[in-house]
């Protein structure tokens, strides 16, 4: 499958997504937009990805909007408001909602600035590394907007909704000490260390049993808001059908055994 504005690459059980247009500092393009959507898609199909690493090439990993194309009002910022509403529902929020239900943990590796809805791109994924020298900034007030992609959504599922408010009505930049502080990425690690630092975690998520893991983080994202009740029901349910797999069993009798677990996914 061949792609725009993005690359896709396989590194045994880990796909790797590569925001790819660094003259544009990763802004969004149409076809990066269709492209990182087809792009989950592939992975989430291919039984032999357990984990999904999401990164930018160059210094950015994502200035979010195209500001030149937004003055011009070109390509996805062409319109009235009822055709603007429509470009982006049809557009730029079809990654929330496809990354919203992909199964497969992603980690982001953000190599550097990550502004906009480059930042809202980040909360998206599960986990964050970051590398030190990144910077990160919900900058939408500043340049007149509103994060029209959820940001606001998920900046606050990321780091409460106190900090997460603040951040969005200040628009002011965040360096990465201060994100690992505050909860927005779970770790910073020195620039060239930061890809195999990712793949690292990754391949240690992909180690995992892939039925427990998928259920794990289902279950995470569908108790959050749900009162206590219904998060049991999706306990229940989810166990169910884990303590069924052959990757479970696999698990007790090696932890009983004393051996290292050999799991098939199964």
């Not at 011009?72 to 557009?91: N, W």
């Not at 959504?153 to 201060?178: H, I, K, N, P, Q």
């Amino acid at each position: 499958m061949s792609f725009v504005d993005l690359r896709y690459d396989l590194d045994g059980p880990v796909a790797r997504i590569t925001l790819d247009r660094p003259t544009a500092r990763n802004a969004y393009s149409e076809a990066m937009v269709d492209g990182l959507v087809r792009a989950i898609d592939l992975a989430e199909r291919d039984d032999g990805v357990r984990c999904i690493v999401l990164t930018g090439e160059g210094p950015a990993f994502s200035a979010g909007g195209d500001l030149k194309r937004m003055l011009q009002k070109e390509g996805m910022f062409a319109g009235g408001p009822a055709d603007l509403r429509r470009r982006y529902v049809d557009g730029i929020q079809r990654i929330p909602r496809r990354l919203t239900l992909a199964e497969k943990p992603v980690v982001a590796a953000i190599n550097g600035p990550a502004i906009g809805a480059g930042l809202d791109l980040a909360c998206m994924c599960d986990l964050r590394l970051a590398a030190r020298g990144a910077q990160f900034g919900s900058t939408f007030v500043k340049v007149g907007l509103v994060p029209g992609d959820g940001g606001a959504y998920f900046l606050a599922r990321a780091v409460g909704f106190s900090r997460a408010l603040e951040l969005m009505l200040t628009g002011r930049l965040v360096d990465a000490d201060e994100a690992e502080r505050i909860g927005l990425v779970h770790r910073v690690v020195a620039p060239d260390e930061l890809l195999s630092a990712a793949h690292a975690l990754a391949r240690e998520l992909a180690a995992l049993p892939a039925v427990a893991v998928r259920l794990t983080k289902r279950a995470a994202y569908r108790s959050y808001d749900l009162d206590v009740d219904a998060a049991l029901e999706v306990a229940a349910a989810y166990q169910g059908i884990s303590q069924n797999t052959a990757d479970h069993r696999e698990a007790v009798a090696a932890m009983l055994e004393r051996r290292p677990p050999r799991f098939t996914g199964e």
